[in-house]
């Protein structure tokens, strides 16, 4: 009986991989999000009526939920600042990357989130008779400002992650 050992791969024979650069998040993608959004914000109200005969109404707590991750993400970025630029310290560099892994993946969700909040206020335009119109409107602004300010975060964090010698 015979035993087949398969090679052990040599590391000099792994292809080169990317530079290690990873460049700030563009406004085209964030322009692409965020219109994404605001067509999906626009369109929930009339499918959801005819769905089920009535508009979601907007709540306070998801929208103080997206207000409180724009302040942690916003912390984060002060901190990692503070820490790279001002005090000169070194992070780890997989804290580095997750910074950078949360500052992109917020900045693009925020857009959408932004999007889909002044989506749906600008569905109840023109409509002031309905009941509960301007509640909706109102709160919709507000969530669609937290969005904003998670992008704004979030973009800063990316900022905050360079160093020296970066892109």
Not at 64 to 82: E, K, S
Not at 119 to 139: D, F, K, N, P
Request: hydrophobic share 50%; net charge positive.
């Amino acid at each position: 009986m015979s035993r087949q050992f398969w090679p052990e791969e040599d590391e000099d024979d792994t292809p080169p991989g990317p530079s290690g650069h990873i460049g700030t998040t563009g406004v085209g993608p964030l322009t692409g999000f965020a219109l994404t959004g605001l067509v999906l914000g626009w369109l929930l109200r009339p499918v959801s009526v005819r769905v089920s005969g009535s508009a979601p109404t907007v709540e306070w707590l998801p929208v103080l939920a997206l207000l409180f991750v724009a302040l942690i993400v916003a912390f984060v970025a002060w901190a990692t600042y503070r820490s790279l630029h001002r005090r000169h310290e070194r992070i780890e560099p997989y804290q580095a990357v997750n910074r950078l892994v949360l500052a992109k993946s917020c900045a693009l969700a925020g857009a959408m989130v932004a999007g889909g909040y002044f989506g749906y206020a600008l569905s109840w335009l023109g409509i002031a008779e309905a009941e509960l119109a301007w509640q909706r409107v109102g709160r919709s602004l507000v969530g669609g400002l937290a969005g904003v300010l998670i992008v704004a975060g979030s973009l800063l964090l990316e900022r905050a992650c360079r160093v020296r010698g970066g892109g």
